[in-house]
């Protein structure tokens, strides 16, 4: 993985410590919109990670295979992976 991996630990180090107070708040039965609220905070971090790892990959990994003539495999990759995330 060629992301900033200090970045990317960081962010996920986020999202689990705001999935763990999420648990927290469900079992507390904290209000709806408040758990909602955090659910979508965590999402975006989770989001914001998966991006750098896409960015670098792009950068990195699609750029190399293109050089060395494998470039429609890493493209099929990447129209896989963004049917999944437009769903």
Known sequence: M????ESVVRL????????DGILKM????RYCIDVSNQL???Q???KKANREILHAHMNCCVKQAFEEG????KIDEILCLLDKIVK
């Open 2 to 5: 060629q992301a900033d991996k």
């Open 12 to 19: 996920l180090r986020t999202a689990r410590g705001q999935i």
């Open 26 to 29: 469900v079992e507390e039965d």
């Open 40 to 42: 979508l905070a965590t």
């Open 44 to 46: 975006s971090v989770l």
């Open 70 to 73: 494998a470039g429609k495999e």
